[in-house]
C-alpha cells in the first residue's frame, strides 16, 4: 500500500483532529502517502483534496473539529456520486480509504467498500450509538461540555431557587442524557428508550424543595422530547419556575479530552496497521479497553443499546420504575 485516502465526515466530533494526526504518523512509519478530502464525501466527489504530512498536521491534536472540515452530501447516496468517487479514487491512485464519522459516514464507508474500495472506519460520534465500539471518538468532549454547563446552571439556580431544563444532543440515543444527567447528580432525566412520567417527576421536584433544596436539574436527550414542551407541563404540575437551557452544538465544541486524544490515536493508528496488511470492510472500536475491528455488516446488523443496569436506573429518573 503506497497512499491512502482519508476524510471526516457528517457532524463533527472532538478527537477528530488527533486522529488525523495519528493516521498520518502511523502511515508515514509504513512509508505510506496520505491525502485527505476536504468536505468529506463532498470532496470526494469534487476530487478536492490536498496531501498530508507529518509537518501539516502539527499542532493540531488539540483542536476540536476536524481541519479537513466535513459536510453531509446527498449526491453520495446517487449512483452518480459514488460512480464519481470510485473514478476519483483510481485516477489519484489511492490504495484504501479510512473514513472518520457516525452511522451515516460509516454507511457510505460500506459503498465504498461493496465498491471493492479496501475501506476501515473510526467512530466518531457524540452520541455513542455505534455498536462495535463502547465509545466513539468525542463521547467524552461532549460529556465534559455538559457536565460543566450542568454545574454552572447550578450556581444560579441555587441562587434564585429555580428548577432547570436542559436538552442536549441525542436523536435515538439517550447515552449523553442519562451518563451526564448520572454524572451532575440531576433530579430526572428524560430519554428516548423509555417512556417518561412528568407527574411524578414534577412532585419529586416539590419534594425536594420542601426538603430545603434550592435548585433542580432536569436533563432531556432532543430525541425524547422538547425542553420547551416539558417546561410547560412541569409548570403546571409544580408550579414552581423553571428555565431553559439548549446546549445544541456547544456540546461539540472544544478542546478534546485526553481520553478522546487518546482514543483517536489509538483507533486511528490501528485502522493504518489494519489496512496496510489487507483487512478491509470494518470499523476498528473500543471493546473492553482493547482495539477491536468489526465487520461493517455486524456494525449495522446490530443496535447499541444501554445496559440492564443502567435502563433500571434510567427508569427511576424518568419517574416510570
Known amino acids: 500500500m503506497k497512499k491512502i485516502g482519508l476524510l471526516t465526515s457528517g457532524g ?3 478527537g477528530m483532529n488527533a486522529a488525523i494526526r495519528s493516521v498520518v504518523h502511523a502511515s508515514a512509519d509504513r512509508g505510506i502517502r496520505v491525502i485527505g478530502f476536504i468536505q468529506g464525501y463532498q470532496g470526494l466527489i469534487e476530487n478536492n483534496f490536498r496531501e498530508l504530512d507529518i509537518s501539516s498536521v502539527e499542532g493540531i491534536v488539540q483542536r476540536g473539529g476536524t481541519v479537513l472540515r466535513s459536510a453531509r452530501c446527498l449526491e453520495f447516496k446517487s449512483d452518480w456520486g459514488q460512480r464519481t468517487s470510485i473514478e476519483n479514487i483510481s ?7 479510512i473514513i472518520l464519522g457516525g452511522d451515516g459516514s460509516l ?59 436542559m436538552e442536549v444532543m441525542g436523536r435515538s440515543s439517550g447515552y449523553l442524557a ?24 414534577g412532585n419529586r421536584l416539590l419534594e425536594a424543595k420542601k426538603r430545603g433544596m434550592t435548585n433542580s436539574i432536569v436533563i432531556v436527550a432532543e430525541g425524547a422530547a422538547s425542553a420547551y414542551a416539558i417546561e410547560m407541563k412541569l409548570k403546571s404540575i ?12 456547544l456540546q461539540r465544541g472544544g478542546d478534546p479530552t485526553v481520553f478522546d486524544r487518546l482514543l483517536a490515536r489509538r483507533l486511528a493508528a490501528s485502522a493504518v496497521r489494519r489496512l496496510s496488511e489487507g ?20 456494525v449495522f446488523s446490530n443496535k447499541k443499546v444501554l445496559d440492564d443496569k443502567s435502563l433500571a436506573l434510567a427508569r427511576v429518573l424518568s419517574g416510570v420504575a
Open 178 to 201: 442519562f451518563t451526564s444527567a448520572i454524572a451532575c447528580a440531576a433530579e430526572a432525566v428524560i430519554i428516548p428508550e423509555l417512556p417518561y412520567n412528568l407527574e411524578v417527576i
Open 107 to 165: 454507511h457510505g464507508a460500506q459503498v465504498l467498500h461493496d465498491l471493492g474500495v479496501p475501506v476501515i472506519g473510526l467512530p466518531a460520534s457524540i452520541d455513542n450509538d455505534i455498536y462495535g465500539t463502547d465509545m466513539a471518538i468525542g463521547v467524552d468532549t461532549a460529556l465534559n461540555n455538559i457536565v460543566h454547563a450542568v454545574d454552572s446552571l447550578r450556581d444560579t439556580a441555587s441562587s434564585h431557587d429555580r428548577a432547570f431544563i
Open 91 to 97: 485516477k489519484d491512485e489511492i490504495d484504501g480509504m
Open 279 to 298: 483487512e478491509r470492510g470494518c470499523m476498528v472500536g473500543l471493546v473492553k479497553n482493547e482495539i477491536i475491528a468489526t465487520p461493517f455488516v455486524d
Open 238 to 249: 409544580a408550579g414552581f419556575e423553571t428555565r431553559i437551557t439548549v446546549l445544541g452544538h
Open 12 to 14: 463533527d466530533s472532538s
